[in-house]
């Protein structure tokens, strides 16, 4: 506790940077799922390729994938690039299904229902079908919130990990208070990532708090 | 500059495959790793989930250990572990059975819960006993969805183990681990190649046998009417799916 009062600008400094390298690959997952999955839920021959691609990716280990993404990308190692992308490829492959999921579980009958009173396509996705598969969508983009922030720790190793600093430092020093402290400030950001998109589901989605759950 | 190329030089020198930190005692230590691990995970977590999915009990118990054990950083907590109990193999492998048994045990629940009732009640009205149904009925038709907990489980045990290169002397983490503190890049995309592969090789198997396993008769969602399909994935939170679980290849 000592430690943590006489280092609290390093632990909310790296805090600060843990949430900022877990949320914009939450964010960038959830945008790009959203027309990948609405094709794959339309055809099913591309549904079978992105969930084989990504099913791919989603194999291979993190720390793998951190060390490879400067060759991929044609970054410098330390470039918050690299885990950023890293990361938003995770969140696209755990986000997919349920994305696809999600379109797939409105009803064809209210689909035809609204092109019946006059929705044209494109408003009929972004009026009728996205909102009913939002109770799906949260579901899903919760999980990928959790398992973002906690992954992130490992790309510590490549001098980029948020909290996951204090894993390699409290290890290098032999001291576990200071482990304990990275693993609780980085289930907190969790919490508090969890309890934002909750509350944003109650916001945009009030008809739904139990199917929500349920989903 | 070419880095792909010069690990793939590396990989492919007969003289880097032997010797005690040589790419064949790596990928042996590896293996070791992940296989103690994931069958002593495999022995807690079959009877539970079993249990739980038979009888219903539990079930926020298994979702709530799920989230838990999404949300928990792995990487620091084997070196709160390692940092405690010592450097060994005992305690590694504790901390991997720790890390496997939740996606486990939630793939045999979700097997068993994602089973329709209608086959399960119409087993026992046929005067199944309880025993038979679960041997019969429920683990048949639900062991594609605890294949698919084995297959997130085994992910999980083979990526740790590799971060587990960081205090373990063994495993294919060392090639990763050490390339990047020599700052020896091809000695690092060699780790991660050697690691990949195995990975994607083990997943490989595992999903060809999710596939085998699939009971003639049974083909999941693709040619089912939505409203069935809406009902059997709600019935499995999301929390305990993972691209693997659903078993699609």
Redesign the interface.
């Known amino acids: 506790m000592v430690w943590l009062w006489n280092n609290l600008g390093l632990v909310l400094g790296l805090a600060a940077e843990h949430a900022r390298l877990s949320a914009i690959p939450i964010l960038v997952g959830f945008a790009a799922s959203i027309p990948l999955g609405w094709v794959a839920s339309r055809f099913a021959w591309l549904r079978g390729l992105l969930l084989t691609v990504f099913g791919i990716v989603f194999t291979i280990p993190s720390l793998a994938l951190f060390v490879v993404m400067p060759l991929l990308l044609g970054t410098r190692i330390l470039d918050d690039l690299n885990v950023i992308v890293a990361l938003s490829l995770y969140a696209i492959a755990m986000m997919l299904r349920g994305a696809i999921d999600g379109f797939g579980s409105v009803s064809p009958d209210v689909l035809q229902s609204a092109t019946a009173v006059g929705f044209a396509a494109a408003s009929r996705f972004w009026t009728v079908q996205l909102p009913l598969a939002g109770p799906v969508l949260l579901a899903n983009l919760r999980v990928v919130s959790v398992s973002t922030v906690s992954l992130l720790s490992v790309a510590a190793l490549i001098g980029k990990g948020g909290l996951g600093y204090l894993f390699t430092n409290g290890y290098q020093r032999a001291f576990p208070e200071e482990i304990v402290i990275g693993i609780v400030f980085t289930l907190l950001i969790a919490a508090v990532f969890d309890i934002v998109l909750v509350l944003l589901g109650r916001l945009l989605l009030p008809w739904s708090r139990r199917a929500g759950r349920a989903a | 500059m070419n880095?792909?190329a010069d690990a793939f030089a590396y990989i492919l020198d007969p003289a880097h495959w032997a010797g005690d930190t040589g790419i064949a005692q790596r990928i042996a230590d590896h293996l070791l790793y992940t296989g103690l691990s994931v069958g002593i995970a495999l022995l807690i977590a079959v009877p539970l989930g079993l249990l739980i999915g038979h009888t219903g009990r539990g079930r926020s118990f298994v979702i709530g250990l799920t989230?838990a054990a999404?949300?928990?950083?792995?990487?620091?907590?084997l070196?709160?572990i390692?940092?405690?109990a010592g450097l060994g193999l005992a305690p590694l492998i504790a901390v991997l059975v720790v890390l496997a048994v939740p996606p486990l045990l939630a793939g045999v629940y979700a097997g068993i819960e994602a089973v329709d009732r209608q086959p399960v009640d119409a087993a026992r009205a046929l005067g199944m006993s309880e025993w038979q149904i679960l041997g019969r009925v429920e683990i048949p038709l639900g062991l594609p969805l605890m294949l698919g907990g084995l297959r997130s489980a085994t992910?999980q045990v083979?990526?740790t183990a590799?971060?587990a290169g960081?205090?373990a002397q063994g495993g294919l983490?060392r090639y990763?681990?050490e390339?990047?503190a020599r700052r020896d890049?091809t000695l690092?995309?060699v780790?991660?190649?050697l690691?990949?592969a195995l990975?994607?090789a083990i997943?490989g198997l595992l999903a060809v046998a999710q596939k085998l396993v699939q009971p003639r008769g049974v083909s999941r969602g693709?040619a089912r009417p939505?409203?069935t399909?809406?009902r059997r994935?709600?019935r499995v939170?999301?929390?305990i799916?993972?691209?693997?679980t659903?078993g699609?290849?």
């Open positions: 880095f792909f989230s999404r949300a928990l950083p792995t990487f620091g907590f070196l709160f390692v940092l405690l992910l083979i990526a590799t971060v960081y205090v983490g990763l681990i390339g990047l890049y690092a995309v780790g991660a190649v690691v990949a990975a994607l997943d693709r939505a409203s399909r809406e994935s709600s939170p999301a929390i799916r993972t691209p693997t659903e699609n290849l």
